[in-house]
């Protein structure tokens, strides 16, 4: 009894040693696409710089995701998104009742058109239309609201709204 306890606990270690855990997610791949490829922003708005941060913040996020391998090159991808900003807009949005000549916030508004295209040229997505808005404050009646940091809060969840629109569509 007691030699058949060691090689009890032998098999058994040598049992989990080699079969493991085996985790496989199934949401790594979706179908057949692994990669993607993304488009230089196109900025048709007026906004500054947010073809810029929003290009980046897509690829951030479908590097944070998992779902694709991002690539450098058309040729080598699966699927190929394309983004057109249009449409920006600064509109006074909150005012000191003592000074209604100057606001003391700002709302910001941004349209982006969205197209999703596959390796055999098939069009997936067509001109989604997605909208995003974010709101600024002076910090006090001598200075001007930054934009620069709603600019980038704005592409942030616009970048996050794009790249679930690709997963959620692929699905």
């Not at 058994?12 to 079969?19: G, M």
């Not at 230089?40 to 290009?55: D, H, I, T, Y």
Request: charged share 20%.
């Amino acid at each position: 009894m007691g030699k058949i306890r060691p090689i009890f606990y032998f098999f058994l270690i040598i049992f989990f040693l080699f079969n493991g855990c085996r985790y496989k997610s199934n949401t790594s791949r979706i179908g057949k696409f692994k990669s993607i490829y993304v488009h230089a922003v196109r900025n048709e708005s007026l906004a500054p710089q947010l073809g810029l941060f929003l290009s980046k913040n897509i690829r951030e996020n479908i590097v944070q995701r998992g779902h694709f391998d991002l690539t450098s090159e058309m040729r080598e991808s699966t699927l190929i998104l394309k983004v057109i900003l249009d449409n920006y807009r600064k509109n006074p949005e909150v005012y000191n009742p003592n000074d209604t000549f100057v606001a003391s916030g700002f709302n910001l508004k941004i349209k982006a058109k969205c197209s999703l295209i596959n390796y055999q040229g098939k069009v997936l997505i067509e001109d989604v239309i997605l909208t995003e808005n974010v709101s600024v404050l002076r910090r006090n009646s001598l200075t001007k609201p930054t934009d620069r940091q709603a600019v980038q809060s704005l592409s942030e969840s616009l970048g996050r709204q794009i790249v679930q629109l690709v997963e959620n569509y692929l699905w």
